[in-house]
């Protein structure tokens, strides 16, 4: 297992949208292993893919609490079936904007159609804090970020500030 560099906000990676990984074979299983590990030494509850600089439909999440044994999640090709008229919010951060929070409405329950490690497509309803990290990184496969999700002005904040910071850094922007 390696710790990958994660891509941090501007970088246009984080806009791209992921494909969709045709078989699941022993190089997607290394990738899933070594997305778990950069998620767990960021530390972070989810990951997807794009995040480490690979555009696939894949992404990791644990949402155990510490003192927890770990319960690690991976999603490959994830497709929100059905969400919840209800909504819920949390305040939601993200790996690749880094120290940055702000509360997100999403909805509270969902079901999502995946597959998982072995190759077998499954189904699974989420609610609480799996339901809001499932869209999260739903999203990032679809180049959204959870910034899209609250106001245009905090959001041109944030874009300034981290796009400032990669300048004096010489990172790419979007």
Request: proline fraction near 5%; hydrophobic fraction near 40%; charge should be negative.
């Amino acid at each position: 297992m390696t710790i990958k560099p994660l891509i941090i906000l501007p970088d246009p990676v984080l806009r791209q949208l992921s494909q969709q990984v045709e078989t699941v074979d022993a190089d997607i299983r290394r990738l899933a292993d070594d997305m778990l590990e950069t998620m767990y030494d960021a530390p972070g509850i989810g990951l997807a893919a794009i995040q480490i600089g690979v555009p696939r439909q894949m992404l990791v999440i644990d949402v155990s609490k510490e003192g927890e044994d770990k319960q690690p999640l991976v999603f490959i090709n994830p497709k929100i079936l059905t969400t919840s008229d209800e909504l819920s919010v949390y305040e939601e951060g993200c790996l690749s904007i880094p120290d940055y929070y702000a509360e997100v409405e999403r909805p509270a329950t969902i079901t999502v159609e995946y597959i998982d490690l072995e190759g077998k497509k499954l189904t699974a309803k989420a609610d609480g804090l799996l339901a809001t990290c499932l869209q999260h990184e739903i999203d990032h496969l679809n180049g959204v970020l959870f910034i899209d999700h609250i106001s245009k002005l905090k959001r041109e904040m944030v874009i300034r500030k981290f796009t400032k910071a990669a300048k004096t850094r010489g990172a790419k922007a979007i």
